[in-house]
């Protein structure tokens, strides 16, 4: 076994991720995050099956405006995945998620990203860089391989917070293919010193997914890299 990885520590709600602290296992929910009770009952299974941050989707303002009401009924650190609308980061942030989980190039204009850091870092709110294979920007040169587009993007979207003196940074690199994400993560893990969340995309039913991710993950792990790890099935989150 290698090594571990000494990445740089981000504090997630009371959780620290990286910087030498046990890998933290995260889960995220399958409710409609606007049903508060559901999503709070889910939640509260991930914590008994040892989920230590759970991430729920934010689609639309009404979900933002659940955040509140769903952190007083649950013990860990809620994360808010958010896709293209920068409106829904900054509702998340003023209802007072513990994460973000984004992809600065389909939020838009530069300026709206900019809004969005700034908002997290007076809040001191980590953001997680979420690159996956399967959505790759059109500006990334085609002609390198896919886990190197991987991490030319993810790069671009660092560098971007970085001008913004934004270091409270988690990266991920997810792909369906287990080799296509362990070269990934390979590679990223020298290029950055920032906590790095693993994981399979769309891992696959239980049987075949555990397999997968197990693969996967349990290599990364065993080369000393990674800092947060969250199993993805088509099943109940709990599996």
């Known amino acids: 076994m290698s090594l571990r990885r000494m990445s740089r520590p981000v504090r997630i709600g009371r959780v620290t991720v990286g910087g030498g602290a046990p890998v933290v296992v995260q889960s995220m929910t399958k409710t409609d995050t606007r049903d508060v009770m559901s999503t709070i009952r889910q939640v509260r ?6 989920c230590e941050l759970v991430r729920v989707a934010v689609p639309d303002a009404e979900a933002a405006q659940a955040i509140p009401a769903i952190k007083r009924g649950i013990a860990i650190p809620l994360i808010a995945d958010i896709h293209f609308d920068y409106r829904l980061a900054l509702a998340a942030l003023e209802a007072g998620v513990d994460g973000l989980r984004l992809n600065p ?9 900019t809004t969005v850091v700034r908002a997290a870092k007076e809040r001191g709110v980590p953001i997680r860089i979420g690159v996956n294979a399967g959505s790759l ?18 790069l671009k979207h660092i560098e971007l917070l970085e001008s913004l003196d934004f270091d409270l940074i988690k990266v991920s690199l997810k792909a369906f293919d287990v080799p296509t994400t362990i070269e990934a993560y390979r590679e990223m893990a020298q290029r950055v010193p920032y906590p790095l969340h693993i994981g399979i995309t769309e891992a696959g039913p239980p049987r075949t997914g555990v397999i997968r991710s197990a693969v996967g993950i349990g290599t990364l792990l065993y080369e000393g890299i990674g800092d947060t790890i969250r199993v993805s099935l088509t099943a109940h989150p709990r599996e």
């Open 45 to 50: 299974e991930l914590e008994e099956c040892g």
């Open 105 to 113: 190039g389909n939020i838009g204009q530069p300026e709206r990203v």
């Open 137 to 154: 920007p059109k500006e990334v040169d085609p002609a390198l391989s896919i886990p190197q587009q991987m991490v030319a993007a993810a």
